[in-house]
């Protein structure tokens, strides 16, 4: 059964640090790896997809970076900003026709001004 | 991008009765999709897999008679959580299957509060 951990559990940084969050999983075997925001008792937006053929994708600040061999996924953040406070999850979905996303805990992220 | 509505997007309920949340994909069909639960300061548990015309696949330990989802038609999906009680309340998400793209849309969420 796929498991997704993600690390650190929560992180605090001063504005314009550059930071990294983690995410592995069991089973290397997955269809896609996608990145989500969660702000408190909202629901999930979409940051950046990755297929199991990619390496990277990046959006502005952010570049999210896939080794699937390894079972590793790591979301880079460039200069920090007080709004990009919010909880960052990591989702992963098998390689067959109709699976859901199997999602991490989360990265709790707080950056002060 | 596709959207995906759900609705309520919160609602209060007494204990013992049941209530009905909807998912529908606005701009394309779903021939699957997917219930999810959140409780405070935790990640999505996937519930079930709802399936356009057929019975739903429940995660194990997630009770098919309590949480009952019906999926009449390629753009709507309901979950009906029957004889609520306080520890039902949760954030309940879904995620609908783009039919031709494969990718994943997700709704905004409904908040569940049994009293």
């Known amino acids: 059964k796929q498991e997704v951990t993600q690390i650190p559990a929560a992180l605090s940084v001063p504005e314009g640090e550059n930071l990294v969050l983690n995410c592995s999983f069991t089973?290397?075997?997955?269809?896609?790896l996608q990145w989500f925001r969660q702000d408190p008792g909202k629901g999930l937006t979409s940051l950046l997809l990755i297929q199991s053929s990619q390496r990277e994708q990046t959006s502005g600040r952010l570049n999210a970076s896939l080794d699937k061999s390894s079972g590793r996924s790591t979301l880079y953040i460039a200069a920090s900003q007080p709004g990009d406070s919010a909880t960052y999850l990591c989702a992963v979905r098998a390689n067959q026709a109709g699976t859901a996303l199997i999602f991490g805990k989360g990265t709790t992220l707080s950056v002060s001004s | 991008g596709a959207v995906v509505s759900q609705h309520p997007s919160w609602v209060i309920c007494k204990s013992g009765t049941s209530v009905k949340i909807e998912c529908r994909s606005l701009d394309f069909q779903a021939t699957t999709m997917f219930w999810y639960r959140q409780f405070p300061k935790q990640s999505l548990m996937l519930m079930a897999t709802s399936n356009e015309g057929s019975k739903a696949t429940y995660e194990q330990g997630v009770e098919k008679d309590k949480f009952l989802i019906n999926h009449a038609s390629l753009t709507l999906s309901t979950l009906t959580v029957t004889s609520a009680h306080p520890e039902d309340s949760s954030f309940y998400i879904c995620?609908?299957?783009?039919?031709?793209?494969?990718?994943?849309?997700f709704g905004e969420g409904s908040r569940l509060t049994v009293l």
């Open positions: 995620s609908a299957l783009g039919q031709f793209t494969g990718e994943l849309f």
């Open positions: 089973d290397s075997a997955i269809y896609n």
